[in-house]
């Protein structure tokens, strides 16, 4: 599958239907970048991700959930989840979003729905 990188999705529209698109995000292993952790540079992957640590850098990912600090966009082809302790300091996309009493974020959002 081609993955189309967020410089080339330039409108909330376009964006929509390229969620559309998608067939399903891959199953398999979560990743983790563990409390503790800073990790410098962008993250792509369609599995699942957790972020404890600190993320310095775009996050594209099957579905993400945030309870450390992340510095950059985040897009989520599924579900992108804000725990209480979660800092988000970037645009944010996904298909759903939850976020938990206390989580932050400072950018702009566009959610998609599950259609």
């Known amino acids: 599958m ?3 990188p967020f410089s080339a999705l330039n409108s909330s529209i376009t964006l ?6 998608l067939k399903k995000v891959e199953k398999g292993p979560v990743s983790c970048i563990g409390e503790g952790t800073v990790f410098k540079g962008d993250i792509d992957t369609l599995q699942s991700l957790t972020v404890r640590g600190i993320v310095r ?3 594209r990912a ?3 959930i945030v309870s450390g600090h992340v510095t950059g966009n985040i897009e989520a082809l599924d579900l992108l989840e804000l725990t209480e302790t979660a800092n988000i300091y970037g645009d944010i996309y996904a298909r759903q979003l939850r976020v938990l009493n206390g989580g932050m974020f400072n950018g702009s959002c566009c959610v998609s729905g599950t259609g």
């Open 2 to 4: 081609t993955v189309t």
């Open 16 to 21: 929509l239907k390229y969620f559309k698109t």
């Open 57 to 59: 850098g775009n996050i």
């Open 62 to 64: 099957g579905s993400v």
